[in-house]
């Protein structure tokens, strides 16, 4: 019932910049960025709480990526800098309006409900 929508990807050049958006239908417990790219397992990139107070990252982007949102639009970005051709995959948001497994990291899969259809990240060297 909840609807995502990504929108921000592109090509560009290593060492460049993106901002991807994704856009909910209603307001949020939780948001995050997740990644996958061919032959690899989905992993997660950047989550948040939506009040605020913690952000995670995956060690692969901490000091690259950043998570922000627009609580007022239900709307969440994720800032990419310094981009690699690692980087390159199918980026999704996920979000959720409820606590469901409080002993995991928001960075995993299995705490969201709801996904968007992905926005493509291509990085060239």
């Known amino acids: 019932q909840v609807q995502l929508v990504e929108s921000g990807g592109g090509s560009v050049q290593a060492g460049g910049s993106l901002r991807l958006s994704c856009a909910a239908s209603v307001s949020t417990y939780c948001m995050g960025w997740f990644r996958q790219s061919p032959g690899s397992e989905r992993e997660g990139v950047a989550a948040s709480y939506t009040g605020g107070g913690s952000t995670f990252y995956a060690d692969s982007v901490k000091g690259r990526f950043t998570i922000s949102q627009d609580s007022a639009k239900n709307t969440l970005y994720l800032q990419m800098n310094s981009l690699k051709p690692e980087d390159t995959a199918m980026y999704y948001c996920?979000?959720?309006?409820?606590?469901?497994?409080?002993?995991?990291?928001?960075?995993?899969?299995?705490?969201?409900?709801?996904w968007g259809q992905g926005t493509q990240v291509t990085v060239s060297s």
């Open positions: 996920a979000a959720d309006t409820e606590s469901r497994w409080s002993l995991l990291s928001l960075l995993s899969q299995l705490q969201y409900r709801y």
